[in-house]
């Protein structure tokens, strides 16, 4: 099995050391693979920056245009309250989202059986016409768009389960039948959207899965979603491609959220992504990186993923389960509605 790897040094010269999303987190990720020898495992893919055309297929030119100010601007920009941006940052963004553009092609052109991007800065709150949530472009949303436009794939499905909602992506996508877009998180949470009627506009509706899920639910409330939520929606969709919005801020020791996943839990539902790709679109699948903001469950989580794309077995956890019980309470009520509302 080949595994295309999709990452570069230039990512840690968008960097504010006091940021919670600072260089800090690849490194530890980079040394984290090294370590394990998981590098001379994969297949490193040589990465083009995103082009103009390529980003304005998911965002506005007013997006790409506040970069660009930043890119002539002295010292941070601060795009909004927690949002910076440096003169390098734009030529960082442009080489993560292409890092993204390069695993998908690696996958869809045969070259690789999966793929991972292992990028920052992350990019699931970029929306159509603003950078937040640490976010400057939409890595996966460009990613998916150059693949429908230029590899004729039809449907991609994206799956997202950072501990915040996938807003920006939701936003993109959606008024489009083409792409569904699963986002499991905590909520009430930044950004403050997502919420179970949030379902898609026009021709898309119907064709956004938000599962709501309150702080405190660990590992068996995801892997309830995944099998009465999410794999019932996916068969239904029958994708060509699938990719992954991986945050490791669910877990249980991140700081800035309060959700009890495991990594042995996060373990399982990287595997339920690989087992639907293999049932439901040839194996093709690709992982991209979002949050994480622990830096030992984030660099031990893509050691997992990693691991789990080359058919290794093996799990690495410092960590071990959450203490005591879950506290979310009763994860019952959000499936009985998601299954309602999307007809599952």
Request: net charge negative.
């Amino acid at each position: 099995m080949t595994t295309a790897y999709a990452s570069h040094s230039m990512f840690t010269e968008h960097d504010f050391p006091r940021h919670p999303e600072h260089a800090g987190r690849i490194r530890a990720v980079w040394e984290q693979l090294s370590r394990q020898r998981l590098l001379d495992q994969v297949d490193r893919i040589e990465l083009t920056p995103a082009s103009d055309d390529q980003i304005l297929a998911a965002h506005s030119p007013a997006q790409l245009e506040r970069l660009a100010a930043a890119a002539q601007a002295d010292g941070v920009t601060r795009l909004d309250h927690d949002t910076y941006a440096l003169p390098k940052s734009l030529a960082v963004a442009r080489l993560a989202a292409g890092a993204a553009v390069g695993a998908v092609d690696s996958v869809l052109l045969g070259k690789a059986d999966n793929a991972l991007a292992v990028v920052r800065p992350p990019g699931h709150h970029a929306t159509v016409n603003w950078q937040m949530g640490f976010c400057l472009l939409n890595n996966i949303a460009i990613a998916t768009r150059h693949a429908q436009a230029r590899r004729n794939c039809g449907k991609v499905l994206i799956i997202d389960y950072d501990a915040h909602h996938g807003n920006g992506t939701q936003d993109i996508f959606y008024a489009d039948p083409s792409v569904l877009f699963i986002s499991i998180h905590q909520s009430p949470f930044y950004p403050g959207s997502g919420g179970l009627k949030e379902t898609g506009s026009a021709g898309g509706a119907g064709y956004t899965l938000n599962a709501p899920v309150a702080g405190g639910h660990g590992d068996d409330s995801y892997e309830r979603i995944f099998a009465e939520v999410v794999w019932p929606a996916a068969e239904r969709f029958a994708p060509d491609l699938l990719l992954a919005s991986v945050g490791f801020d669910a877990h249980w020791v991140d700081p800035l959220a309060n959700m009890q996943l495991s990594l042995a839990g996060y373990d399982r539902l990287a595997r339920a992504c690989l087992q639907m790709a293999e049932r439901l679109c040839g194996g093709k699948i690709v992982f991209v990186m979002e949050g994480g903001y622990d830096l030992a469950a984030l660099a031990h989580g893509w050691c997992n993923i990693t691991r789990a794309l080359l058919g290794s077995d093996e799990l690495s956890d410092p960590y071990g389960p959450a203490p005591g019980a879950a506290s979310g309470g009763d994860i019952g009520p959000v499936i009985a509605a998601a299954r309602s509302i999307h007809g599952l």
